[in-house]
């Protein structure tokens, strides 16, 4: 079986619109929440989100085409444009029929859909839709879009599995290396669902933290005061080469993915199994196809949106999996920093285990004031500062609604 390898990066997110930008901000505890600014959001009980600042697409996309692509197509566009450049890839020196993209978003383009049906809707009895709607909204056209850049004639398709969905296609991207069928694979996932739609729909379930008056310390893991998660936005994308192939043209080598898991709670629509049932099982499964035992893992990357439900099924299923080596174990959530990213969330946690095992810090999970006393007092969440650690093992977590599971696990390449 052929081994892969993570070569390249890139990122746009609330903390930054690069790699390094995003990893400095994460290392140092900075939180990049705020007001919502992209719509009048006064009328909402949540008004505050995780937004990306200062992205101009222009930089990236001719303004001509600018107009036909919806900002989670561009945000994909804009974090591949960075991987490229970072790992020293050449794409016209490539097989190009077994190089591809494997993409994941949970909604796709919402605001598109948003404008023009809000449109429609104020003069039903003539309908005039945008010629370029239904190719900026579908889910699959960040994969096509950036097929298209580049002449990557192998595979290119989107998943979509909710809040699971850009670690699922890094697993699959995984798969098809392995498998033979493809030497790269640019594999990630976007999102940009700061809008009135998405926004309402999920505060309507009660999901979202209504802390307004205090945003950059809403989104709060493992806290005993967390009250929901907080919405954020970007892209994240890892190149995933086949070895031979990235030793032949002597590419950097970040890490190795080793291992891959998933599973299905089979149990609610939106909340998890009370006991992790299914996070249990998918983390095994990663860890024994690396042909690990968990006291080999040095950092877990939480799924931890800041739910009151959800953090306390994912500490329960942690502790259950690493019970014999919680005392060398760290785990952290991002999301307190980055708010919740959707699809695009295991994109750049993936990110985060890559970074942390090439440098040997652990990013913190910051707003913890005080531990939820549910959660075993053994666990490390790494709280509020980041630490030093030699990181030979991460394991990435992420869960989505309707049960979804997906856990990968990285592991320091050593020839």
């Given at each position: ?46 008004r505050i989100a995780g937004e990306v600042k200062g ?157 307004n008056d205090s945003p950059q310390t809403a989104s ?196």
């Amino acid at each position: 079986m052929k081994r892969v390898v993570v070569t390249g990066l890139g990122a746009v997110t609330p903390l930054g619109n690069n790699v390094s930008s995003f990893w400095d901000a994460l290392v140092q505890g900075k939180s990049g929440i705020a007001n919502i600014t992209r719509f009048d959001a006064s009328a909402f009980k949540t008004r505050i989100a995780g937004e990306v600042k200062g992205f101009d697409p222009l930089m990236f996309i001719e303004k001509t085409e600018v107009r036909k692509t919806d900002l989670f197509s561009q945000y994909a566009i804009a974090s591949v444009e960075e991987c490229i450049k970072d790992a020293g890839l050449d794409v016209t020196k490539i097989n190009q029929q077994k190089a591809g993209i494997i993409w994941g978003t949970g909604i796709g383009g919402i605001e598109t859909f948003e404008n023009e049906v809000v449109s429609f809707s104020k003069n039903p009895e003539m309908p005039r839709f945008s010629p370029f709607f239904i190719t900026k909204m579908i889910s699959n056209m960040a994969p096509g879009l950036i097929s298209i850049r580049y002449g990557l004639k192998g595979i290119s398709y989107v998943t979509t599995s909710a809040c699971a969905s850009s670690n699922s296609a890094i697993i699959d991207a995984v798969n098809f290396i392995k498998l033979g069928k493809a030497d790269v694979i640019f594999t990630g996932g976007s999102e940009a669902c700061i809008t009135k739609a998405a926004v309402g729909g999920f505060s309507s379930m009660k999901a979202l933290s209504e802390r307004n008056d205090s945003p950059q310390t809403a989104s709060r893991p493992f806290d005993v005061s967390r009250d929901g998660f907080v919405m954020g936005e970007g892209s994240g994308v890892l190149l995933l080469e086949e070895l031979e192939h990235a030793k032949k043209r002597g590419a950097k080598i970040y890490c190795e993915i080793t291992g891959s898991g998933f599973s299905s709670d089979a149990y609610h629509i939106a909340a998890p199994h009370p006991d992790g049932e299914g996070a249990v099982a998918a983390m095994l499964d990663a860890i024994n196809e690396a042909g690990l035992t968990p006291a080999d893992v040095d950092y877990v990357s939480t799924h931890g949106t800041s739910t009151p439900v959800g953090d306390l099924s994912e500490c329960h299923a942690l502790c259950k999996v690493f019970e014999k080596s919680l005392d060398k174990l760290h785990v952290s959530a991002t999301k307190s920093m980055t708010g919740h990213l959707l699809g695009a969330a295991g994109a750049i946690e993936a990110i985060a285990c890559v970074k942390a095992i090439e440098t040997g810090i652990v990013p913190p999970t910051i707003n913890v004031n005080e531990i939820d006393p549910a959660i075993d007092k053994r666990l490390n969440v790494t709280p509020n500062k980041a630490v030093k650690k030699e990181v030979n093992v991460a394991i990435n977590n992420t869960f989505g609604f309707g049960g979804h599971v997906f856990v990968s696990l990285f592991r320091k390449y050593k020839g």
